[in-house]
């Protein structure tokens, strides 16, 4: 028996370079044949090979792990590398993230808007004492280590970022992927930090409490990470703190 022909994919891609003089954000269709196991990362290595060397997109680990191919994909958060075409229709709009920095075409900046957010939350282990190189770190729990590396999967995508509601609205708002942060160190034994160290840091509009509880973040993330019901942990720590 003759095997199926192979769907013909229409791919609008919305191009626009803000660094070339006069150019404008328009839609460009390619049409490609499809093939079994297709990605979109597949699909936009193609278009760049055969149809337009100069489309711009990020890659690097193509595996889900650096979530540097993050993009709107039919208006949805995702990346592009773990998306098949065969769980799309056969017309797909592809655009950038919203709210970062654009570098063109589907190509955006997130490291620079994640950088910042690092430094303004000291996202790293806060220890008192001088450290020993010599000696070795005090026994973890298994269980608080599984934890800790559930909140640790995080690839800063950007994706719970351009599915956030509030965001989209304050700018300041340190989003899901920061309070991730915020939830991942307070667990870990070895950060001194107290409560009240970090309700500074987001006990306010801008942090814990500005969440609208939309659930965009965690419907859109891609390592399925238990967002919102860290954010409410958080929320009830730092109201039991009668603030």
């Not at 979109?40 to 889900?64: M, P, Q």
């Not at 650096?66 to 995702?78: A, E």
């Not at 026994?139 to 590396?149: G, L, Q, S």
């Amino acid at each position: 028996m003759e095997n199926e022909k192979n769907r013909l994919l229409k791919i609008s891609i919305l191009r626009y370079d803000p660094h070339v003089k006069g150019d404008k954000p328009r839609i460009v269709t390619y049409e490609i044949e499809e093939a079994p196991g297709m990605t979109l990362f597949i699909v936009l290595n193609d278009i760049r090979e055969h149809y337009d060397a100069s489309l711009k997109f990020d890659f690097v680990c193509r595996a889900g792990i650096c979530g540097s191919c993050s993009m709107l994909i039919n208006g949805r958060p995702g990346l592009a590398c773990r998306t098949l075409t065969s769980k799309l229709d056969t017309e797909i709009l592809l655009a950038p993230l919203p709210f970062f920095e654009l570098i063109g075409d589907l190509s955006i900046y997130t490291g620079k808007w994640m950088r910042g957010l690092n430094e303004r939350l000291e996202t790293w282990i806060h220890d008192n004492e001088e450290i020993d190189i010599n000696q070795l770190e005090e026994r973890m729990e298994p269980e608080r280590a599984e934890e800790i590396y559930e909140l640790d999967r995080c690839i800063e995508c950007g994706c719970c970022v351009a599915g956030c509601g509030t965001i989209q609205m304050n700018n300041d708002f340190v989003g899901a992927v920061g309070l991730n942060k915020i939830a991942r160190y307070r667990l870990d034994p070895r950060d001194k930090r107290t409560d009240e160290d970090y309700y500074e840091l987001v006990g306010d509009e801008d942090g814990v409490f500005g969440c609208m509880t939309l659930l965009g973040c965690e419907d859109v993330c891609p390592k399925d990470l238990p967002l919102q019901s860290k954010i409410a942990y958080l929320r009830r720590k730092m109201v039991s703190m009668g603030k």
